[in-house]
């Protein structure tokens, strides 16, 4: 058997005492969700976390990586120099 559309229904069988609707929450429990919904919400979350304690989110540091390779990448300017986020950020701005 299978709904033709996603909704709640009063009842499963038609002698069956219904059930009131309002009283049900439709929310999904993490369990419930697939392991990609599952590790987006995490992302989501440690990503906000970040934030709230002023600290680089995933895709933050994500670029910092992507940036750091750049650095001493063959034919940078920077190649052998320390890595200085604060040029980094000074380009970034500048765009």
């Known amino acids: 058997m299978e709904k033709s559309m996603e909704r709640w229904w009063e009842n499963f069988l038609i002698n069956e005492k219904k059930i009131n ?6 929310e999904k429990s993490m369990e419930d ?3 990609e919904e599952q590790m987006k919400i995490h992302q989501m ?8 304690m002023g ?3 995933s895709e933050e540091q994500k670029y910092e990586d992507i ?3 750049a650095w001493n990448a063959e ?3 920077f190649k052998g120099q320390p890595y ?3 040029i980094v950020q000074s380009i970034r701005k500048s765009e």
């Open 55 to 57: 600290l680089p989110t």
């Open 45 to 52: 979350m440690y990503d906000q976390r970040q934030k709230a």
């Open 84 to 86: 200085d986020p604060s």
């Open 75 to 77: 034919g940078s300017p």
């Open 33 to 35: 969700l697939n392991q």
């Open 21 to 26: 609707l309002k009283h049900i929450q439709p």
């Open 67 to 69: 940036m750091k390779q």
